[in-house]
């Protein structure tokens, strides 16, 4: 088994990309049959955008060298050809973002955990919000909203007090920021399959950016949000620290 290796640019995820390397080799990305990023959900994060940029589709298993690891395996040196061999996998889909700003200009982005908006200034945000072309809230005055994968619901989605979704639920989950008008308005669960409008009101007394994990466009007029199904990234998991195992745990804590 050929494997890559790849870690962000602590002291710890490089030490320990070079003792993996010593000791199972370093391939190409184009060859390796398994990747493996080594630090935290943001470096795994940083590699799957990559992935869908430079289009690579290998299995990925990552183990944490950084701070929550959500994402990953946690990091051992030994036996990893066989842990990688006794692994689960899981495909998680991206979602895809079309912004378009008071210029005119588009910006496309991909986003494995979310799609949100915010607020740019002291003024709240005033949004109307359409499903599948169906206005469902004509003025949501907020900070923000976001639209959250299965994958990436356990992140900012749930520290904005939105749902965890269970991995392969084929839904996602639509959470508010700091809601003032519909003051008790907490989201909605949305079909996977639709498609997400969000036309920024009063843009110019009320600015708002997008951001798509990373990915930050400022000074929006409207957003399209959607889940990309052409677009499948494979992890794997050790059978005893799954995806879906995580997830299901998630919603028993304190």
Same mark, same amino acid.
């Given at each position: 088994?050929?494997?890559?290796?790849?870690?962000?640019?602590? +002291?710890?995820?490089?030490?320990?990309?070079?003792? &993996?390397?010593?000791?199972?080799?370093?391939?190409? &990305?184009?060859?390796?049959?398994?990747?493996?990023?080594?630090?935290?959900?943001?470096?795994?994060?940083?590699?799957?955008?990559?992935?869908?940029?430079?289009?690579?589709?290998?299995?990925?298993?990552?183990?944490?060298?950084?701070?929550?690891?959500?994402?990953?395996?946690?990091?051992?040196?030994?036996?990893?050809?066989?842990?990688?061999?006794?692994?689960?996998?899981?495909?998680?889909?991206?979602?895809?973002?079309?912004?378009?700003?008071?210029?005119?200009?588009?910006?496309?982005?991909?986003?494995?955990?979310?799609?949100? &908006?915010?607020?740019?200034?002291?003024?709240?945000?005033?949004?109307?919000?359409?499903?599948?072309?169906?206005?469902?809230?004509?003025?949501?005055?907020? +900070?923000?909203?976001?639209?959250?994968?299965?994958?990436?619901?356990?992140?900012?989605?749930?520290?904005?007090?939105?749902?965890?979704?269970?991995?392969?639920?084929?839904?996602?989950?639509?959470?508010?920021?700091?809601?003032?008008?519909?003051?008790? !308005?907490?989201?909605?669960?949305?079909?996977?399959?639709?498609?997400?409008?969000?036309?920024?009101?009063?843009? +110019?007394?009320?600015?708002?950016?997008?951001?798509?994990?990373?990915? $930050?466009?400022?000074?929006?007029?409207?957003?399209?949000? !959607?889940?990309?199904?052409?677009?499948?990234?494979? &992890?794997?998991?050790?059978?005893?620290?799954?995806?879906?195992?995580?997830?299901?745990? $998630?919603?028993?804590?304190?």
């Amino acid at each position: 088994m050929k494997l890559h290796f790849f870690s962000n640019e602590t +002291d710890i995820a490089q030490n320990a990309q070079a003792t &993996l390397e010593k000791r199972y080799g370093q391939a190409s &990305l184009e060859t390796a049959d398994v990747i493996v990023p080594l630090g935290g959900d943001g470096t795994m994060l940083s590699f799957l955008h990559k992935t869908v940029v430079e289009d690579i589709d290998t299995p990925i298993y990552g183990m944490n060298q950084g701070s929550l690891g959500f994402l990953l395996n946690p990091y051992e040196e030994t036996d990893l050809l066989d842990r990688i061999h006794q692994a689960g996998s899981v495909d998680i889909h991206p979602l895809k973002m079309c912004a378009t700003t008071h210029n005119g200009d588009t910006h496309e982005a991909v986003a494995f955990n979310e799609v949100s &908006l915010m607020r740019e200034t002291r003024q709240a945000a005033k949004l109307e919000i359409a499903i599948n072309k169906t206005v469902r809230l004509p003025e949501l005055v907020c +900070d923000g909203i976001m639209v959250a994968t299965p994958a990436g619901s356990t992140a900012y989605n749930l520290s904005a007090h939105g749902p965890i979704l269970p991995i392969g639920a084929n839904v996602l989950a639509l959470t508010p920021i700091s809601a003032f008008r519909p003051r008790r !308005w907490k989201g909605a669960l949305i079909r996977e399959k639709s498609t997400f409008e969000f036309s920024v009101m009063e843009a +110019d007394k009320r600015p708002v950016s997008v951001t798509a994990d990373s990915t $930050e466009v400022r000074d929006i007029a409207s957003v399209k949000v !959607w889940s990309s199904k052409n677009i499948a990234r494979q &992890l794997l998991f050790n059978p005893n620290h799954n995806l879906e195992e995580r997830v299901l745990k $998630e919603q028993f804590l304190n």
